[in-house]
Every structure is written in C-alpha cells, then in structure tokens.
C-alpha cells in the first residue's frame, strides 16, 4: 500500500484543558489525487473571545454542524491512522493533543514542521507558520494551488494554514537535503520531530535575551523554580534548562 502524507491543521475553542476542536482540515498526499477535508463542528464547549480574535469562528458558524468524532473528516483521519502513513503539522503537540481529546490516538509517523524549522534554520526571528508564509514568500504560490484545489486561503483558518503548510514542507525539504546529504529527507524530518532542541537564550520574562548559561550562573534558583511550577514550559525549555543545570 503506497504511503500517504496527511497535512493538518486544527482551530479550537481556545487553547485550555477542557477546550475543543470546531475546525479540521486536512490534505492526503500520495494518491493520485489530492485529498482535501475541511469541516466546522458544534461543541459543548463555548468559543472563548480570545480564540475567535485569532480565527474568526463565531458561534452561528457551529450551528446545525455535527460533533468532530461524527464527520466524514474525522472518520477518514481514522482510516488512514496507520504506521506507514506520515501526520504533518505545525506545532504537533498541540494538535495531536486536541484530537486525542476526541479519542484519536496517533499511529502514524509525525512530522512537526515548528520543530524541523527550529533544528534547520536556528537563526530565524520566529518560527511560526505565518511568519515563513512572508518570510519565504509562500504567499506568492499558494494562490495558484489554492485555485486548483478550490481552496481560500485565510491565516489562522484551518484548510487555508494546511496549504501554506503544505508549501512549507517541500521548502523544509530541500533544506533538509542540503543539510543532511545521503539521508532520506522525510525519515530524517521524523527523526528531528523527535531530537530535542537546546534553547540557548530566554524568550520570556525578567530574564529575556540572557542566555541559559547565564541565567544557570547567576539564578540557578529561578530555573529550578520554573522547572517545579511553570506547567506550560515548552520540551525544548525543559529540556535546556535541565541541562544547563547539570
């Protein structure tokens, strides 16, 4: 059976615990024909004001729609749920994370495309999604694509965040190549999704643009202080912090 590339992308409720997803979209790759999934559904769960800032789902736009675990989307991502298949997405964790919530567990290999980035181009000012829709000129191809799929591109929509993504990647790719000649690009972008990544400077509070070891020096204290209490700290920080402190 030929592998089969699924690019995906979700808006939510908001970001909390208890918070759900209204929105999937998702493209398959592989076939011979693009897959293109892009559905709203209703919840329980009120769309807080903050999240609708950030995409534009309003309440009226959920009503009548089904529940996620109901949709033809959600029943398809649940076919192709298998290990030979490969998951792609920016900023996996959180994805994933929200679909487990509607009792998706993944099988398939993870590419997480914010992390790629971070391994492959460091020096980036941001590594968010909108930001190399700009910074590589995406925006200047998506048009075309969009056209031939019958899709509208929209930051922070769902279907419209899996096209740029999906430009993305093949741009990740070449990097990708170039920086690890004679290794299969893809397998190599599921290896980096998995290698943790060494902060080397704060990006928040009193101490942001001090480096790690700095801070390691002079306030030991305040990393293990953030280590025991601040239960949103990212791997990757974690990861560093823990580090530094060896």
């Given at each position: ?124 000012e941001s590594h ?17 694509e969009a056209e ?99």
């Amino acid at each position: 059976m030929a592998k089969k590339y699924v690019i995906l992308d979700t808006e939510t409720t908001g970001i909390g615990e208890n918070d759900r997803i209204i929105q999937l979209g998702f493209m398959v790759l592989g076939a011979k024909e693009i897959e293109v999934y892009n559905e709203f559904y209703s919840s329980e769960v009120d769309i807080s004001f903050e999240a609708m800032e950030v995409h534009g789902i309003t309440p009226d736009m959920l009503e009548g729609k089904p529940s996620c675990v109901d949709s033809e989307a959600y029943k398809r991502l649940c076919e192709l749920n298998s290990k030979e298949n490969y998951l792609i997405i920016h900023n996996a964790d959180f994805d994933i994370g929200m679909l487990q919530k509607e009792g998706f567990v993944n099988e398939m290999k993870v590419i997480d495309t914010l992390r790629v980035s971070k391994h492959v181009l460091p020096d980036e000012e941001s590594h968010r999604l909108q930001y190399f829709r700009y910074k590589m000129g995406l925006y200047k191809e998506e048009e075309k694509e969009a056209e031939e799929l019958g899709i509208v591109v929209k930051a922070h929509d769902a279907i419209g965040d899996v096209l740029v993504l999906k430009l993305l990647l093949s741009k990740l790719r070449v990097v990708v190549q170039s920086s690890f000649i004679g290794e299969n690009p893809v397998e190599k972008m599921v290896e980096l999704t998995q290698t943790p990544i060494f902060e080397h400077y704060f990006r928040f509070g009193k101490y942001r643009g001090k480096t790690l070891k700095e801070i390691a020096v002079s306030d030991a204290p305040y990393l293990r202080w953030l280590l025991k209490n601040m239960e949103n700290l990212d791997d990757d920080m974690r990861y560093s912090i823990n580090k530094v402190l060896e």
